[in-house]
């Protein structure tokens, strides 16, 4: 089956200074890779995703880049705000509806 | 519009008792996904249900099993609960024809004594 591999576990940032989370898949033949967001106590939010026929997706401040050959695809968060702070989750899925996790990446933002 | 509900919010069970679960799905899904997240770790798929029928399992025990009913409704079962089987259990939605975007429930909290 699909494993996902998520770094860093955790990450402290300046306020304001960008944030990357790096996550790398197994199976080539996965096509869909979202990212949700889970503060404390909450429900995982998508918060962006990104399918296998398109490299990057912008929304705002937050970015996800794709690189099919490699297997790996990235989490750009830039001017961070302290409302960033929170664990993020990459995950991967083939079309099934079945995702597979990563184990996540706690983001803390400094004032 | 409703997004996806789960109840109850929060359950205590001792080790060999079973428990149930259920989720509502966001209007105008008709598939649910059931997900295991342990503490400190990423969700972990267990099945999904779609026209009332298991269409993909994890790598679970039978001792979890779910239904899903004709509202799209599902519940999920764990039956001889063990100690281990403490964790959030999230319920995602999605739409069988169409994104393959899931929305996630609240989830509930499971602890087994």
């Known amino acids: 089956g699909e494993n996902v591999e998520q770094h860093p576990s955790t990450l402290s940032v300046q306020e304001g200074d960008s944030a990357v989370i790096k996550c790398t898949y197994s199976?080539?033949?996965?096509?869909?890779f979202p990212w949700y967001k889970q503060e404390l106590g909450k429900r995982p939010q998508l918060i962006i995703d990104i399918r296998s026929n398109v490299g990057e997706k912008k929304d705002q401040r937050i970015a996800v880049t794709l690189n099919k050959t490699a297997k790996h695809f990235s989490l750009h968060i830039t001017e961070t705000q302290p409302e960033d702070s929170a664990v993020y989750f990459c995950?991967?899925?083939?079309?099934?509806?079945?995702?597979?996790f990563g184990a996540g990446t706690t983001v803390t933002v400094r004032a | 519009d409703a997004g996806v509900t789960q109840s109850p919010t929060h359950l205590i069970k001792t080790r060999g008792q079973q428990v149930t679960l259920r989720c509502s799905p966001k209007s105008g899904h008709d598939t649910v996904s059931w997900y295991q997240q342990a503490l400190g770790q990423g969700p972990q798929f267990i099945f999904q249900?779609?026209?009332?029928?298991?269409?993909q399992r994890g790598n679970f025990p039978d001792r979890f099993s779910g239904h899903q009913f004709p509202n799209y409704s599902s519940e999920l079962n764990v039956n001889a609960l063990l100690l281990g089987d403490s964790a959030l259990y999230l319920c995602?939605?999605?739409?069988?024809?169409?994104?393959?975007?899931?929305?996630f429930g609240p989830g509930t909290r499971l602890t087994v004594l």
């Open positions: 995950a991967a899925s083939m079309y099934d509806y079945k995702l597979s």
């Open positions: 249900y779609y026209e009332e029928e298991e269409r």
């Open positions: 995602a939605s999605s739409q069988r024809e169409g994104p393959d975007t899931q929305y």
């Open positions: 199976d080539s033949a996965s096509n869909y």
